[in-house]
């Protein structure tokens, strides 16, 4: 089983800016990002492929959120720009050894998760 920590959430006003970290314990083929809001199903925002890097965003982020990587550090980001209040949520990391990174069902390492709110 691989540990996985996010960090970096917080408040921010509509238009700005975070960048969440998420460092995991030992290998995946895939780290995803997450989001959930309380009430509402888990939305999937970008996978990657800890081989070949970004592979997929949501509509709902695309243009305005990016993930990269730092392998030496086990650590995948996802940048976000341009926040929206409706991007607040629960953020969460999450990995598999599976493929293909898209399969949202085969992530079975879960962190625990790290706040965004975006106020208007």
């Known amino acids: 089983q691989v540990h996985l920590v996010e960090s970096g959430g917080g408040s921010v006003q509509a238009g700005g800016s975070l960048r969440l970290s998420c460092v995991r314990s030992?290998?995946?083929?895939?780290v995803a990002w997450f989001r959930q809001v309380p009430g509402k199903e888990r939305e999937v925002v970008a996978t990657?492929?800890?081989?070949?890097?970004?592979?997929s965003y949501s509509d709902s982020v695309k243009g305005r959120f990016t993930t990269s990587q730092d392998n030496d550090k086990n650590t995948v980001y996802l940048q976000m720009d341009s926040l929206k209040p409706e991007d607040t949520a629960m953020y969460y990391c999450a990995s598999t050894r599976r493929s293909p990174c898209s399969s949202v069902g085969g992530y079975n390492d879960w962190g625990q998760g790290t706040q965004v709110t975006v106020s208007s």
């Open positions: 030992g290998y995946a083929n895939c």
């Open positions: 990657l492929s800890t081989l070949w890097g970004p592979t």
